[in-house]
C-alpha cells in the first residue's frame, strides 16, 4: 500500500514557475514507477510526466517537454515536478501517481489505469 500527497500548487502568472512535490508513504517506494497527471475542468485526466523507478528514464507530454522536469528522491520517497514558463492552460488540478506494474508501466505510463495508487490532487491555476 502506497499514500500519495501532493503539495506546492498555487495561483502564478504566466511565465512563473512552481515546484509541485508528492510525498509517497508506505514501503518499497523505490520499486514504483510515478507519474503526473492533471485534469482541468470539464476534460478528461491527462498525462504530464512519469519516471521509472531507477530515475533512468523520464517521459514529458509534448505540451510541456522544455517547460516541466520531473524527478525523485528515492531516499526522501518524494517525486518532484518543476514547472517552468507556465501558461493559462497550465491551470488544472496535478495528480501524482505510482505504479508497481514493472514492465507495464514501461510501455503504457501515459495510461491512466497503469497506476494502482493517486493522491488527492493539488489545484495550479496560472493567470494571463
Known amino acids: 500500500q502506497v499514500q500519495l500527497v501532493e503539495s506546492g500548487g498555487g495561483l502564478v502568472q504566466a511565465g512563473g514557475s512552481l515546484r509541485l512535490s508528492c510525498a509517497a508513504s508506505g514501503r518499497s517506494f523505490s520499486n514504483y514507477g510515478m507519474g503526473w497527471f492533471r485534469q482541468a475542468p470539464g476534460k478528461e485526466r491527462e498525462f504530464v510526466a512519469a519516471?521509472?523507478?531507477?530515475?533512468?528514464?523520464?517521459y514529458h507530454a509534448g505540451s510541456v517537454k522544455g517547460r516541466f522536469t520531473i524527478s525523485r528522491d528515492n531516499a526522501k520517497n518524494t517525486v518532484y515536478l518543476q514547472m517552468n514558463s507556465l501558461k493559462p492552460e497550465d491551470t488544472a488540478v496535478y495528480y501524482c501517481?505510482?505504479?508497481?506494474?514493472?514492465?507495464?508501466?514501461?510501455?503504457?505510463?501515459?495510461?491512466?489505469?497503469?497506476?494502482?495508487?493517486w493522491g488527492q490532487g493539488t489545484q495550479v491555476t496560472v493567470s494571463s
Open positions: 501517481a505510482a505504479s508497481s506494474r514493472g514492465p507495464y508501466y514501461a510501455i503504457n505510463y501515459h495510461r491512466t489505469g497503469t497506476y494502482d495508487y
Open positions: 519516471i521509472s523507478w531507477s530515475s533512468g528514464n523520464t
